[in-house]
Every structure is written in structure tokens, then in C-alpha cells.
């Protein structure tokens, strides 16, 4: 049995505590308001549930990320990014990025991103913390990706692609973007083909946890990318 958590106080239980079947399974409860939230991914946890579930809380163990200067790009993918017609924007329209992740997997599998989730990250998104990458062809949103900046760490949370490559070329710009600015890592929270194809790996937890207690805090002033 997993704790279940009162809406107040903010407080998680260890991550050792995750089950291990199903994977990294750690509470359930509490509230998606910014303060739960921000002190989940603070520690290494992330909510995922479905529409008719309570709010659940994650924390894998290993766990998938993406240095960014260990981004793979193949050939075929930088052709694409020079010569298909594509333009990268970021947080320049947060709410449609979150919208189609959602509805691109709802017509597949289900989605998980509600309207509680999109509601709840729109939240953290006016207040400088969420962020999104929007890739557009000929004035049409394509493609793009959704997370968060804590310190010098992204954790990012939902891709989605209505063009070949479209999500992938929404990853590198964020991989520039964030290696220019300093960040030290990606946080891709589960293992995927699509993102070991392009350089990301498994890491035990607890390495995870020590990346986080030395760089999701660092002092930086939340902000809306689009104006930097």
C-alpha cells in the first residue's frame, strides 16, 4: 500500500519508499497546486495518473536523462533542421503545446494530461517555472515539448509531433538553448527508444537525487523565456 497524502502540509515520503512494482509508485493525494509540485520535482518526483484515478506520485528507479552535450544528432535529422522550413519558438504558446501532448496520446492510449494537469501547469507556467518549445512550418504548430526549469535542471514532461522529426528538433533547440544557458541536465523520467536514440541514459536514483540537491536550486529568478 502506497501513503496517502492530505492536502496540507507539503510533505513526501523518502523515495526509497517507491515501490518497485509498478515501478517507482510513491504516494498518492496531496494537491497539483505550484507548491506541491515544485517541491515534487525538488525531490525527484512527478505525477501520473489517469482521468478517473487520484493524483499519483512517481519516482523511477533507474531513470532516464539527457546531458545536454551528449545530445546525438544524425544526419538525416540536422538535414531537416537546415533545410525544413521549420522555426522554434519558446513559451510562445505554452496552453496549445499542452493541449496537443494531451490530445496526441488521448487518441491513441489515453492521455493523462487532463484539464486538472493542463490547469495545474498553466499555473506554474505565469509563474516563470514551466516552459514550452513550439516548432512551426509554414505558420502551423508541428511539433514541440513541455517542462520545467528548477536551477540548472529541466525536467521535462510531455513531447509531441504532428510532423516527421518535429518533437526531435524540439529537443535539440532545448539541448542548445539549455547548454548555452548552463543547465546540467534533462530529466526524461522513463526509458524510451526515441530518447536513447538520441543520447539519453539510465542513472540509478540516487545519482538523480545527488544531480538535484546540487543543481535544481541554484539562484535563478523564474522567467518567461520568451523574454529573454
Sequence with gaps: MVPWLAAYPVRFPPVEQALHE???LLAA?????PDWLLAAYERGIFPWFGESDPILWWSPDPRLVLFPDEL?????????LRNGG???TFDGAFDSVI???GALRESREGTWITHQ????????HRLGYAHSIEVWQAGELVGGLYGLALGRVFFGESMFSLRPDASKIALVELSRRLQAQGFTLIDCQVRTDHLLSM???????????RYLEQHAWIERAPQPWAAD
Design 72 to 80: 546525438r544528432v544524425r544526419r538525416s535529422l540536422a538535414k531537416r
Design 117 to 124: 494537469v493542463r490547469a495545474a501547469y498553466g499555473r506554474l
Design 199 to 209: 543520447g539519453a541514459r539510465e542513472i540509478d536514483r540516487d545519482e538523480f537525487i
Design 22 to 24: 509498478p515501478d517507482g
Design 86 to 88: 521549420f522555426r522554434v
Design 29 to 33: 493525494g496531496g494537491a497539483l497546486t
Design 99 to 101: 493541449h496537443q501532448c
